[in-house]
């Protein structure tokens, strides 16, 4: 699904030059959930806005869906964008105001959906979701978990080949993070291909593979044991059960 | 370009901030408001001045002799003489482009004595002698019977056609006129007609004490003989009057042994001159109105211009996120340009709404209180609207340009990292 070779990104600020990303490698195959991690300053940011074309590389080559993407003018990116990848933020990025149908219908009224079909789809996506009954709800009268699942629900709305998360439970507490990734994981069960952008190590356990970005270099890319954050949701549960007793 | 989805956007981007809103679509409603009323004002200042005119056609001049400044010829300076009859024939036939020439005498006047007699009242009114041809220069609204006509004239009858003004001071209410006798200066007339001034605007009181009789009649009752006591003369449409008087004038003079060069001895007023002034006048207050009206409209439309620039500052994180949604450049510029076009443009018609409204309020109470003097009828024509409108066009794409641009020249990137 993604191909990197040899992705290379500096940043220029007057006569300094910040070298962040020094040689990028690495493939994703349709349906993998991976977490990329690393500390602050890493470039997994920088990374994840290359893959999602909101920014581009200096060097290296870049395949998305079989399509190389480069040379792009903003309107072929806006076109890519559209067709190819949903983001999810960290602060949800959702305009407040609109209603979550209106938020989670705009990639398709982007993409030239007609109304009628824009609703129905929007709809379907805030049902998986959960959040049907709150489809006129603005986000102000949306909880930090809730908004975050409209979030998903547009990311969704477009049927993109990937999804890219930024931090995706950043701003929430570990309960809603875990109920955030067991969404996640289920539309990954689906076959949705998703990168997750993550500094949390309990996040990262519940993904299928943790790539560990150091100073612009992959340091290690493996597989791990999926925890299913259902399972997390069970536990910690119990753990509260029985400390009451 | 304008569907429903579009409405919706924009409708909701402006209802975001309803004050806001409110506030910099005040600016451009103020500018409109101020431009369309500006020139209805001017128009009422034009209508007011130009109803002095009365509907005394245009292209006209009066002209009537004074004593001559020079000798000539043998015949002393100081001199007084008269038109005569022969002279209407003569600046017809020699004279081209001339449309009516219609020779006039007076009798009575502004505070003069009673001159006519009906039974037992009496009055003290103007008394013209004139051709057929005089209701064409000077429009009148027949009420009852007829003008003076050709068969009239030939005839020398002694017939006069009345106006309001005398029928109000001479019968009683409801009283039957054509066909009665009123006696002016000792002479029976027979009323064959009642008029009253198409359009009379200050002097219409004048204008109705006044009695008709034919030219001829006139002559020959009053021991005028063939003299005439002054002419109006119209030029035919196309021709202005001012460009064939000098002609008329040296026909005159070589007819009555006048020097060439003796400019004092022939009387005229040109209205045609007078009207032309007044017209360039209110050309140039129309477009002091315009120009003003337009610079007040600018600043509303800075204004519009300056709170989308905020706008696109304050939602550039909104619209970091649309663009990763899939937002084309293009879709924003137009969704920014939109915007501020529809707020352009529905302030505006508030605007023009509300100065009709202002204009309308004004001809009631004109209307209700009686005229004024210079002033009537404040209106603007749709032509002006339609003009309103396009500058309003025009002004909201110009106020959109700069905030549209501004709005994409940022990287998404970039657009999404601001808190």
Redesign the interface.
Request: glycine content about 4%; proline content about 8%.
């Given at each position: 699904m993604i191909q990197i070779k040899d992705l290379h990104k500096s940043y220029h600020m007057g006569s300094n030059s910040l070298h962040v990303l020094k040689g990028i490698n690495f493939d994703v195959k349709q349906g993998e959930l991976v977490s990329i991690m690393g500390s602050s300053g890493s470039g997994k940011s920088t990374l994840l806005n290359i893959l999602g074309m909101l920014d581009e590389a200096d060097e290296g080559q870049y395949i998305l869906d079989n399509v190389p993407i480069k040379n792009l003018n903003e309107k072929i990116a806006a076109k890519y964008r559209n067709e190819f990848l949903g983001f999810i933020f960290q602060s949800f990025n959702l305009i407040n105001y609109k209603s979550a149908l209106d938020n989670v219908s705009m990639p398709l009224y982007y993409k030239g959906v007609k109304r009628k079909e824009r609703t129905e789809r929007a709809m379907h996506y805030l049902e998986k979701v959960g959040l049907a009954q709150w489809s006129h709800h603005l986000p102000s009268e949306l909880s930090g978990g809730q908004k975050q699942r409209v979030a998903i629900a547009r990311a969704l709305a477009s049927d993109p080949k990937v999804l890219l998360a930024d931090e995706p439970t950043g701003a929430l507490d570990t309960k809603t993070s875990y109920e955030v990734m067991e969404l996640i994981q289920g539309i990954n069960d689906e076959g949705k291909t998703i990168l997750v952008v993550t500094h949390e190590h309990d996040i990262a356990q519940m993904t299928k593979r943790i790539v560990n970005l150091k100073d612009g270099l992959i340091i290690d890319d493996s597989p791990v044991e999926q925890i299913r954050a259902s399972e997390q949701i069970r536990l910690s549960e119990q753990l509260k059960d029985s400390q009451h007793v | 370009m304008f569907n429903?989805?579009r409405w919706d956007e924009i409708l909701?981007?402006l209802?975001?901030n309803k004050f806001r809103t409110f506030l910099t679509a005040f600016g451009v409603f103020w500018g409109i408001t101020i431009l369309v009323l500006l020139l209805a004002l001017t128009n009422g200042l034009k209508n007011g001045v130009t109803a002095d005119f009365g509907d005394f056609a245009t292209n006209s001049m009066f002209m009537w002799t004074q004593g001559t400044s020079k000798p000539y010829k043998g015949l002393p300076k100081g001199r007084y003489f008269n038109y005569k009859i022969g002279d209407v024939a003569a600046i017809k036939s020699e004279i081209p482009n001339i449309k009516y020439v219609s020779p006039r005498n007076q009798l009575g006047g502004y505070n003069g004595a009673n001159n006519v007699v009906r039974g037992t009242k009496t009055g003290a009114f103007e008394i013209y002698g004139d051709y057929p041809e005089y209701i064409k220069q000077q429009p009148m609204d027949i009420i009852q019977g007829r003008f003076i006509s050709y068969s009239d004239i030939e005839s020398k009858r002694k017939i006069c056609v009345i106006g309001t003004g005398v029928e109000r001071g001479l019968y009683d209410k409801g009283e039957d006129i054509l066909g009665t006798y009123v006696k002016i200066n000792g002479v029976n007339f027979l009323v064959v007609g009642t008029f009253k001034m198409s359009n009379s605007q200050g002097d219409g009181e004048q204008e109705a004490s006044t009695i008709y009789i034919p030219f001829t009649t006139f002559g020959q009752a009053f021991n005028r003989g063939e003299s005439v006591g002054w002419m109006a003369i119209t030029a035919e449409d196309g021709t202005s009057i001012t460009t064939l008087k000098q002609q008329i004038f040296d026909l005159m003079k070589s007819r009555h042994t006048v020097a060439p060069d003796d400019d004092r001895a022939i009387g005229h007023f040109d209205l045609s001159e007078q009207f032309e002034r007044v017209n360039g006048l209110f050309s140039i207050l129309t477009i002091v109105g315009y120009f003003v009206g337009a610079l007040v409209l600018m600043s509303g439309i800075i204004g519009i211009s300056n709170i989308m620039l905020i706008v696109v500052k304050e939602r550039t994180?909104?619209i970091g996120?649309?663009?990763?949604?899939?937002?084309?450049?293009?879709?924003i510029k137009s969704q920014i340009l939109q915007e501020s076009l529809i707020l352009t443009i529905l302030s505006g018609m508030v605007g023009i709404s509300f100065a009709a409204f202002a204009i309308w309020v004004m001809n009631t109470i004109l209307d209700n209180a009686g005229p004024v003097e210079n002033f009537a009828n404040p209106s603007v024509s749709m032509q002006v609207v339609f003009t309103a409108l396009i500058i309003l066009v025009v002004s909201g794409v110009l106020a959109g340009l700069i905030p549209a641009n501004s709005a994409?020249k940022m990287?998404?990137?970039d657009a999404?990292r601001i808190?």
């Open positions: - | 429903r989805d909701e981007a209802n975001a994180k909104e996120v649309r663009r990763a949604l899939g937002a084309s450049p293009w879709m994409t990287k998404p990137v999404l808190e």
